[in-house]
């Protein structure tokens, strides 16, 4: 069965440093990998995406994503992380919008 | 463009009562989509819509019916709402092409309250 798994709850980091957040998967075949991210009362936004070509795909915001096809992996980085980024951050997977998996997301807070 | 909206922002309904949760988007998108968001589950799809007229079930449909008369509206209706539908409910459309496909666009959410 399709699964997306985002191990951590809640991360803080503080301003200026790194980020990277942790997404797994479980599909039959490679899935599209997409980040979302959701500000406090607001719907989801699209990070990124990978559909197929370089594993490193390159987003909004400054944020990065790496596929690994040997991990079943799309961990979600940013080299310096500012308090905007504060927020809800969703992966999800699938092949079609009918079969697309979310995971339970990452809550990210940035110490000043 | 407005992009997604969703009516009304926030309900509190009574157990069995009905409503209709309203979703429209002026992007012309084929696809149009009902999740519901609860907390440490993420999002599961509950119905989707590949165009006028054609509705299917998602994931947890139970409980929830869809219409689609027009492209550009997606009403969701609670039949006789249950405490269990107390969640935060999305509307999201797509236009499935080479250059954007399977990207959703969300709008911003209703927050129902069963009691």
């Known amino acids: 069965a399709q699964s997306v798994t985002q191990p951590d709850i809640h991360i803080t980091v503080s301003e200026g440093a790194s980020l990277e957040l942790r997404c797994n998967y479980s599909?039959?075949?490679?899935?599209?990998l997409f980040w979302y991210v959701q500000s406090p009362g607001q719907g989801l936004q699209l990070l990124l995406k990978?559909?197929?070509?370089?594993?490193l795909v390159q987003g909004i915001k400054g944020f990065e994503a790496e596929f690994k096809r040997s991990q079943s992996s799309f961990n979600l980085r940013k080299p310096s992380v500012h308090w905007s980024d504060a927020a809800e951050y969703f992966c999800a997977v699938g092949v079609n919008n009918n079969d697309m998996r979310f995971g339970a997301g990452t809550r990210l807070t940035v110490k000043p | 463009n407005a992009g997604v909206t969703q009516t009304p922002k926030f309900q509190v309904l009574k157990t069995g009562q009905s409503m209709t949760l309203q979703c429209a988007q002026d992007m012309n998108h084929e696809y149009m989509s009902w999740y519901r968001q609860d907390p440490g589950m993420g999002l599961r799809l509950i119905h989707y819509s590949v165009g006028a007229g054609i509705t299917d079930q998602g994931e947890v449909p139970n409980g929830y019916n869809v219409s689609r008369s027009t492209t550009e509206d997606f009403p969701l209706r609670l039949l006789s709402a249950a405490p269990s539908q107390t969640s935060v409910y999305f509307c999201?459309?797509?236009?499935?092409?080479?250059?954007?496909?399977?990207?959703?666009?969300f709008g911003p959410g209703t927050r129902l309250l069963v009691l």
């Open positions: 599909y039959g075949a490679t899935p599209y």
């Open positions: 990978y559909f197929s070509g370089d594993t």
């Open positions: 999201a459309s797509s236009h499935p092409g080479l250059a954007d496909q399977e990207t959703q666009y």
